[in-house]
């Protein structure tokens, strides 16, 4: 996953990787294309392009076009801000999966849970949009306690707008949530009616529940990372939860890093951060880091 930019016109209360403003020494073109080239020369076969909101990045049409005709599949990441017909057609002939955020089945529960109003009606224009092009949309919904007891309307919502499918998950510990816990997390209670709707299968379209710590308990397991990411400054982590880095791509190559990265789950450090951020029984994952960590 590739973070272009933590820019964001939105200001959600549950964002992880705390995304509205502009970091500062975010890549610049020529440090963003020079990546691409390393990702191409890697035979690397997909990127997902986030944020943040990705299309605040001025690379993002011409990035994903770049690497969609030199073989590397798109996947991206939207909230639907800064979209049109003529830029979802445009982004159409290129992704291979889009992803919109959906967070309420109605303006009140979405915007509320986005800090942004008129964010709702930017995701169903997105939704709509990208299905009157053929692409199949996955939605994702973020569990709070404002919205999780509309997780049902919204799935209803999504069959309505031909969405081909719904992923949730529990929140991850960190980022805005960090903290905020008390005021932003859904309680057990909540999550039991949610699960009970969810495992009912009476739902209209395909539900993904996932563990926020899947990819970690697999990495762990079988000895290798599945998730690269890459922020907007160009460090490198294995989990887009925490802020724990391989390397820098503004100074150091694709492929050092890579190999750093990939064994990742073998690093004692990672290891012990891993234990300490999987020590909850309920399946929450927590960012026990105060600052960034390079290893």
Avoid at 82 to 87: A, E, G, T, V
Avoid at 165 to 178: A, D, F
Avoid at 209 to 221: C, D, L, Q, T, W
Wanted: net charge positive; charged share 25%; proline share 2%.
């Amino acid at each position: 996953m590739w973070e272009l930019t933590s820019l964001c016109p939105n200001k959600c209360i549950y964002c992880y990787n705390d995304s509205h403003v502009k970091n500062k020494d975010e890549l610049n073109r020529k440090q963003i294309f020079k990546i691409a080239d390393e990702l191409i020369n890697a035979k690397v076969f997909q990127v997902c392009l986030t944020g943040g909101e990705p299309t605040c990045s001025p690379e993002y049409f011409d990035l994903m076009r770049y690497l969609r005709t030199n073989g590397i599949e798109i996947g991206t990441i939207l909230s639907g801000a800064n979209l049109n017909k003529k830029k979802i057609k445009k982004i159409s002939e290129y992704v291979d999966m889009v992803q919109i955020s959906l967070d309420g089945s109605n303006a009140n529960v979405h915007d509320y849970v986005r800090n942004k109003k008129g964010s709702f009606d930017e995701a169903i224009n997105a939704i709509k949009g990208f299905v009157s092009f053929g692409k199949q949309v996955r939605v994702s919904f973020a569990t709070t306690k404002y919205n999780i007891d509309d997780f049902k309307n919204t799935t209803e919502l999504c069959k309505r707008l031909g969405v081909a499918s719904i992923r949730t998950q529990k929140l991850s510990i960190s980022g805005r949530v960090k903290g905020n816990e008390e005021q932003i997390y859904a309680s057990e209670e909540q999550f039991k009616e949610m699960e009970k709707y969810i495992y009912s299968n009476t739902a209209p379209i395909q539900i993904e529940y996932r563990s926020p710590s899947e990819h970690i308990e697999f990495g762990i397991k079988n000895g290798f990372a599945t998730v690269m990411r890459i922020n907007s400054q160009g460090l490198v982590g294995i989990t887009p939860y925490i802020d724990v880095y391989f390397g820098d791509l503004k100074e150091d190559s694709f492929n050092s890093v890579w190999n750093k990265m990939k064994k990742g789950w073998h690093n004692e450090k990672m290891l012990k951060l891993a234990k300490v951020m999987n020590s909850r029984e309920n399946g929450t994952l927590i960012d026990p880091l105060e600052s960034r960590l390079f290893l």
